[in-house]
Structures are given as C-alpha cells and as structure tokens.
C-alpha cells in the first residue's frame, strides 16, 4: 500500500511511495506528530538522479526489517532537496558540523522541534567500509532519544548556534579592490592541474563559475596563463567522458582526474551553466570547437530536457536497468554492427572503444586525440574526416536511443530554468540562431505565465500543471538574469519590466535591513530552526552572489543607487570567501569584476527585424563584454521611458542607432555597426 508520498508531485518523492516505510514529507503534518508522540524525526534528504539514494532506498528503505525499526521509534520525513533547498541547507550545515563532510543521500535526526542532534549521509544495512549499519545508527538514537535526553539537548542548542553563526556575517569593511580578484586568481592557480585542467585531483568537477572569473581576469588582465587554464580544461572535458560525445551535455562530474569516467547523471544548471561558459570561450577564442560543444549542449536540452509547455526538466538519473551508465557506454562490436567495418573501426580508433574497455569491461567514449592530429595519423583530411565522424555520431545517436534510457527528473524549477533561459537567450543573438531565440521566448513566457501566482509571488516548482511552494532568492535571482538576457536577445520590453518589477520584490522578501545582507528564503516563508543563508557559490552560483550580480545592473537600469549600495554591502560581507576560498565564489568573483568595472551601457534604437538593427546588435556580441548593460528599444518608446539608458534615445539619421556610455557619459551616437566596434573595444 503507498505511503503518503503517493500525493506529492516531486519524483523523487513518488519513486519512495511504495516503500513499507511510513513516510511524511515535511510539512505540518509530520511535524505535529512527533511533537504529539514525543518521537523523534528521521529527516532523509536526497534527489532523483542522486546514485547512492537509489541504492539506500533499495538496500535499506526497501527492507520491511528496517522499515520496521524507522516506523516504531521515529517519525520518518523524505525531502527533495531540489525542491527544498531550505532544508538541505540547514540540515547539511549541521551535518558538516558534526562530520566534517556532507553529500546525498543525507541522515538526520531531530527533536521533534526540528533541531538536529545526529546526522551522517549514506548507512549500509550492514556495517561496511567502516561504517556502522543503518540498523545500529538506528537503534542507538532511538535510545539516545529515549534515554539520554539532556545530551540531546545540549547538542541541538551546541548545533543550532553554531548554525546561526554560519548565516551572519558582519558587513565587511575592508576596500573593494582589484587585489582581491589578483589574490584568487594566484590561488587558483596553485590549485591547478596543469596536465588535465580543472581544479584538484579527484574527483574532478567543471567548475563553470570559477573558469568564467578566469575569462573575466583575462579580459582585465591580458594575463595569458588565465586564459590557458580555461582553454586547457574546457578542451579536456570535451574530449573526455563527462561529456557525451553521441547526444552533447555534460554529466555530473568526473570520478577520475582525467575527466575520463563521469558520474553519470545529467544536471540542468551544469549544462546551462556550461553552455554559456564554452559560449563566452568562443567569443574570445573564435575557436569553432568552442561553438560546437554550445550547441550541442544546448540542443541536447532542446531534444532531451524540453517540456511541452516551454520549461526544463530538472535531470536525467545515471541508472538505467539498475546500473549506473549501462546507456551511453558501448562494446566495439556493437559499433562495427551500427556503422559497418570502415566506420567502425575509425570511430572505435577515435573514440577509444576497445575490447577491454574502460570501464566495467565497456567503453565511455572520449577523444584520445585531437582531430587534427587523428586525421593526419590516419591520412584523410581534418574536414572530411569532421563530416565522416558527424554521420556515425548521428547513426550512433539513434541506434542509442532505442535503449532503455535512465529516468527523467521531469519537474521544472524556476531557478534552474532561468539559468537555461540565460544559456538560450545569449547564445540565440552571440551564434545569430532564430531557433534558440524562440526557445528562450517559450521558457520565459511559461516562467511568468506559470510559476507566478495571482499575487505575483514567484513559485519554486512545476510539475503535471501544478506550481507549488514559495520561491526562494535563487528562483528570483535566476530568473532576473535570463530575463535580462531574453529582453537582450529581443527588444521586447515586457521582459525588461518582467526583470525589473521582480528585482523590487526580491529585495522587498530576502533583504534584511538589520542584519545588511541577503537570505535565502523570504520574510513570508515558514519559521524553520534557522533562517538559512548559503553564501558559497556551489554547483551553481550562491542566490546571494546572484543576487549581487543582478543589483548591479538593475541599478544601471533604474538609476536605483540603493541597488548599487546593497550590492556593494553583500561583495564586502563575501571578501574572506573570495580571498581565501576562490573556487568556492566564482560567481562572486565575477560579480565583482562588473563591480569594478567601467560598465559598458548600450541602448540601440531600431526595429529589431530591421537588419540595420540586427547589424548593429551583432556588433555587440561579436566580443565577450561581459560587462555591459544592453537596452534594446524601437523608436517612440525610448523617449518617454523613465529608465535612464532610454531618456532621450531616437533614430539619428532616421536610421537605427546604437549610444554607448560608461557611467552615464556617453559617446556620440553612431548608425554604423563598425563605429559602434570601435567604440566599445575602447
């Protein structure tokens, strides 16, 4: 019989609704009963493409005995951390607190309350590796609970201070400088492999965030060995197995040092976030493999990930048939067997498939040589050989997708989707793609036609026609920037005003006027046992660093100067992380580039379908300005605006006009798409 979770729309959720474990998800409900039964909570939090989830669920969750032990002595609540990311903050902290480390599937064990008091991530059903068997941790609380009362109360009180004391930080005093980004740029590269790229050893995860202040750096610096370093692990990873050289997208992240054997699951937010990183690469590079791998990516997340009504799925699990990469890993023969001998036999050399395999007695596909030098190893021609390999990757592709594939995450989180609205809205004007343009359209008109509620509060999650739950700093934060960069692709003010309106609420429901800085949940959400704040830029960007970063240019929009100033309160509360911490704040970093930076403000006036008009916005993305502020507006509508860019903005010559400005001091207007060049490298 189902247990409770039957009723929620999360799929991670539903995959434990048949479990023999009574489960509750956090709500009142549960809550309620473990303060009237005096039990206390077993909180377990964890996603759908989460590996060791799966296998928890099946060896322990699965288990009527140890479902038995979890009914009798606890209150037992499933999270999806992706649809809660409240309560996997707060209740990580604590895990780390008491550990030293964290991950998924995470264990926690409250009072009734709500106040952590034990918690650990994976347990096996029996001790393994070290670690005590899931039955044990659970009898031993159970007791502990039961009979050791006071100790369970001086470590929740222990926990929950330190917990608030990790969320406040006093605002910093020290200056804003350009030493500060000198400083992590030297620490960065300490960390650096410089044989593979990527940061560390293993396992080894891509960092987008920290390659794109990298980028940023270069441009500031003209320091060539910022830009090696992106060069070096963005060509790394697209030779090697954490990309998926058959269908493009990235995997989680790379279990080896070598970028050779992934964790398998898909993300969204890596794959918006990579997409616009190789985006940014190309434009300063030019180097056509850069764009490859964008639109691969992205039109992977058009076939794959795309939903009917114009949002993304959140993820695709790494299991498929219960083992983890059986999809996208191949034996030689079966190669041979889709492509004939010739082909084979030349993908099979190019990709490295072999009879020993590399992984569990297959073969991940991944390029061992650089095209170039493969084509000249075997005396064919790089461009033939380029068109060769592209018609036995699509063979491959289709032959592939009669496989059974891994499960799909098929809920739409609006945090994640601005962040492939930004990838789609970007590379639809910097690649001049009219089809991804008109997916960045449908994904922002289902965000503000179905995840805001009648009274305008943005919602975090989408599911079978049903948006639910309040959203938090990061839903608003990422929306904000796809919008601006949806209103950069089209000219259309709607998502402009979208952006802006959504910037006032968000400072309205997550500033805090006492404490001076950005939380992660609004003033209107539920009390929960602390009120968290993750400061840290993690697999994707902190919503405070976003947050930080969106200010910034709405307050070059607006003219808003308390924009700026709580934007440059939140870069000071962060200098200790970006200092001592640079992969842990990419995104801050680059925040505070555009802080430092003279800000390229850029209006054109002209109809968008004019093709003067599109000429000189192709201007504009012919480089990596990664500062700028961009205003598209056809005449009539520029003069009457109250945004500052647009007052007094019209057609010169009766002819589409681009006005560059930094600081509000601007140059003369220009029709030409080559004198606008000049004017924005200078």
């Known amino acids: 019989m189902p247990n409770r979770l039957i009723h929620e729309s999360s799929p991670y959720l539903h995959q434990h609704a048949n479990n023999p474990v009574d489960w509750y998800p956090w709500g009142v409900e549960a809550l309620e009963h473990a303060v009237r039964e005096d039990k206390p909570i077993l909180l377990s939090v964890g996603y759908s493409a989460c590996h060791w989830c799966h296998v928890m669920e099946r060896e322990s969750f699965e288990n009527p005995g140890i479902a038995s032990l979890m009914n009798e002595h606890f209150v037992s609540i499933k999270v999806d951390r992706e649809e809660r990311p409240d309560i996997d903050s707060i209740y990580m902290g604590a895990v780390q607190a008491l550990t030293g480390q964290g991950g998924w599937p995470m264990t926690v064990f409250l009072t009734p309350d709500g106040k952590p008091f034990y918690g650990g991530t994976y347990f096996p059903p029996e001790e393994r590796g070290g670690l005590p068997s899931f039955p044990r941790v659970l009898t031993t609380m159970a007791d502990v609970y039961r009979n050791r009362r006071g100790d369970v109360v001086n470590t929740t009180n222990q926990l929950v201070t330190h917990m608030r004391q990790m969320t406040r930080s006093a605002p910093g005093i020290e200056p804003l400088t350009d030493d500060i980004m000198v400083g992590a740029a030297r620490e960065l590269r300490k960390q650096f492999d410089d044989k593979y790229g990527g940061f560390g050893l293993q396992p080894k995860f891509p960092q987008p965030m920290t390659l794109e202040f990298l980028l940023r750096q270069y441009l500031r610096t003209e320091d060539p060995s910022a830009l090696e370093m992106v060069e070096l692990t963005l060509d790394q990873m697209a030779r090697g197995g954490i990309y998926d050289q058959l269908g493009g997208g990235f995997h989680r992240y790379s279990t080896d040092t070598y970028w050779l054997v992934p964790h398998f699951e898909k993300m969204l937010y890596d794959n918006a976030l990579l997409a616009r990183l190789y985006l940014h690469a190309f434009q300063v590079t030019g180097r056509p493999m850069y764009r490859r791998i964008v639109e691969e990516t992205l039109d992977y997340g058009v076939r794959e990930m795309a939903s009917p009504e114009g949002g993304f799925y959140s993820a695709q699990d790494a299991d498929s048939e219960g083992v983890e990469g059986k999809f996208f890993v191949w034996r030689p023969e079966e190669i041979v067997e889709v492509l004939g001998a010739d082909d084979g036999k030349l993908v099979n050399d190019y990709y490295g498939v072999t009879i020993h395999g590399n992984f569990e007695g297959h073969s991940i596909l991944n390029v061992q040589t650089p095209l170039p030098d493969f084509a000249r190893n075997v005396g064919m021609d790089a461009d033939a050989l380029e068109q060769r390999l592209h018609k036995a990757r699509a063979k491959l592709l289709e032959w592939r997708s009669t496989r059974i594939a891994p499960e799909r995450d ?232 109250d945004l500052p860019l647009l007052q007094d903005r019209h057609l010169i010559n009766g002819r589409p006009t681009a006005y560059v400005c930094e600081n509000y001091v601007c140059q003369l207007p220009v029709n030409d798409a080559g004198d606008l060049a000049r004017q924005l490298v200078g």
């Not at 993750?534 to 994707?540: G, H, S, Y």
């Open 410 to 641: 098929d809920k739409a989180l609006t945090s994640w989707n601005g962040l492939m609205l930004a990838a789609f809205a970007e590379a639809a004007v910097v690649l001049d793609r009219d089809d991804y343009r008109g997916v960045a359209e449908a994904n922002g008109a289902f965000l503000l036609d179905s995840l805001v509620d009648e009274s305008g509060r943005l919602l975090r999650t989408y599911k079978d026609g049903q948006a639910k739950l309040y959203g938090y700093l990061e839903d608003y934060a990422f929306l904000i920037d796809g919008l601006l960069l949806l209103h950069e692709a089209t000219s259309e003010a709607r998502w402009l005003r979208a952006a802006i309106e959504l910037g006032g609420a968000m400072v309205d429901l997550f500033w805090d006027e006492t404490t001076q800085q950005f939380y992660d949940t609004g003033s209107d959400h539920e009390e929960l046992v602390i009120r968290p704040r993750d400061l840290t830029d993690n697999a994707a960007p902190a919503g405070s660093s976003m947050a930080v970063s969106v200010l910034l240019r709405l307050a070059v929009l607006t003219g808003d100067s308390a924009y700026n100033a709580r934007a440059a309160t939140s870069l000071r509360s962060a200098h200790a992380v970006m200092q001592r911490f640079p992969t842990a704040a990419g995104h801050w970093l680059g925040a505070l580039d555009f802080y430092l930076s003279k800000t390229k403000e850029i209006v054109i006036v002209g109809e968008r379908e004019d093709g003067a008009t599109a000429e000189l916005v192709r201007g504009v993305y012919r480089n990596y300005l990664p500062n700028r502020v961009f205003v598209g507006s056809p005449e009539g509508i520029g003069g009457g605006s």
